[in-house]
């Protein structure tokens, strides 16, 4: 596809269950980016993957959280043991590159709901 | 204390009416993005500027690097523009790994 497609759109899980979320980048981008966002709050930036270097895990907000990318394609969010505070819309950005000043181009999301 | 500060944090308008959303930074930056969000999470890029003015459809983005100041114009506004809009600058240091640093956003309505 033309965009940044990220799949479910939607997901409600029980409390403790584990999830995974996919982000499929716009082909070519070699920079992925996933984000988060709670209700009434502002983005939250997780992680990040550029061409095959090692990810920066910085933003992951604990060990319960991880991520792949298969190469320069598509990226998996998995979430373990969710909690209720996991609750948010996980946003996935993809662009050509990182170091140069290019356009980032968003995904609509992922709306998690833990219950 | 957030790097990216956006005003006014909330604005209600009536259909026609001129919007101007401000975005000031405190450190240098590389480009500064404008997103737009629309109820239900999905973020649309809108503009990517480090210098200078793009005008796209009815809105205008405009930065001042030595000011470190940007704005965001509608013209003629229409109820479809409701939605938040985010800033975010790409800053030389600090903001994050992806050195992405995210105002709050601005929710704006615009009323028919």
């Known amino acids: ?115 | 204390k957030n790097e990216v500060e956006q005003s006014p944090q909330n604005l209600t308008a009536q259909e026609g009416e001129f919007i101007t959303i401000n975005c000031s930074y405190s450190v240098g930056i590389s480009a500064l993005h404008w997103l737009q969000q629309h109820p239900g999470g999905g973020i649309v890029s809108l503009f990517m500027l480090s210098s200078g003015k793009k005008k796209h459809g009815r809105l205008i983005a405009t930065i001042n690097i030595q000011e470190k100041h940007s704005s965001l114009h509608i013209t003629a506004s229409h109820p479809r523009d409701s939605a938040v809009y985010i800033c975010a600058a790409r800053m030389y240091s600090g903001g994050g790994a992806d050195g992405l640093t995210f105002g709050k956003g601005t929710h704006l309505i615009i009323q028919p």
């Open chain 1, 1 to 115: 596809g033309a965009g940044v497609s990220q799949s479910p759109s939607n997901k409600v899980t029980e409390k403790g269950k584990d999830v995974e979320l996919r982000c499929d980048p716009i082909s070519g981008h070699t920079a992925l980016y996933w984000y988060r966002q709670r209700l009434g709050q502002g983005l939250e930036f997780l992680i990040y993957f550029q061409g095959n270097s090692a990810p920066d895990k910085s933003g992951l907000p604990s060990d319960r959280f991880s991520a792949e990318r298969t190469g320069e394609s598509v990226s998996t969010l998995t979430i373990q043991r969710t909690q209720q505070e996991d609750s948010a819309v996980y946003l996935c950005a993809s662009s050509l590159a990182w170091q140069m000043n290019t356009e980032a181009f968003f995904g609509q999301g992922t709306r998690l709901t833990v219950v």
